[in-house]
């Protein structure tokens, strides 16, 4: 009667040590940056952005699925695109200003986020950067992914968010 305690214990310790598991490897995955409408407001939901020779970097820890592309879906407000590459390049209308997003590293990648043109990324919290000031009049403009501009209408009107991934399995790049 003990043997079966004992391999009972040891296989119901075995299942949760298994839904343990399952639920590290799913959650490797790096969550979305998120580029919202009217200032630039950059979030990650993962890690937290450091400074990094004139830009930022989100070093996670976690490894990326692909570390070639990274996955971006466009929500509008009457539907979305989506598409995959690297680097992403999001256009501000003001300043000529730009946030290029790419992937560095070795073993644990990390998320650039550089800017060009004119202006900058301030780190407002440890999982924001902005850019401009609310009631600038700047809006994201267009969406580049590996120089080929993303193929959503996106106007001053349309635009909800754009969300940038290192997996296609994080579910707002779905």
Not at 41 to 60: F, L, M, P, S, Y
Not at 70 to 94: A, F, I, M, N
Not at 118 to 125: A, D, I, P, Q, S
Not at 147 to 157: E, H, L, P, V, Y
């Amino acid at each position: 009667m003990r043997k079966i305690g004992l391999i009972a214990l040891a296989l119901g310790l075995g299942g949760i040590l298994g839904v343990t598991r399952a639920q590290i490897i799913k959650s490797q995955d790096e969550g979305p940056i998120i580029v919202q409408n009217g200032s630039m407001t950059i979030d990650t939901r993962d890690g937290e952005w450091q400074a990094a020779g004139g830009g930022w970097k989100n070093v996670t820890g976690k490894d990326f699925e692909n570390k070639k592309e990274l996955w971006v879906r466009v929500d509008l407000k009457d539907g979305t695109c989506k598409g995959s590459g690297h680097p992403v390049q999001v256009e501000y209308s003001v300043g000529g200003f730009k946030a290029i997003f790419s992937i560095a590293g070795g073993k644990k990648p990390q998320t650039i986020a550089s800017p060009r043109g004119r202006g900058k990324l301030e780190r407002e919290t440890g999982q924001r950067l902005r850019h401009g000031k609310s009631g600038d009049g700047g809006y994201i403009e267009r969406v580049k992914i590996s120089g080929t501009t993303f193929s959503c209408n996106i106007t001053k009107d349309n635009l909800k968010a754009v969300n940038i991934c290192s997996s296609p399995d994080v579910s707002e790049c779905k």
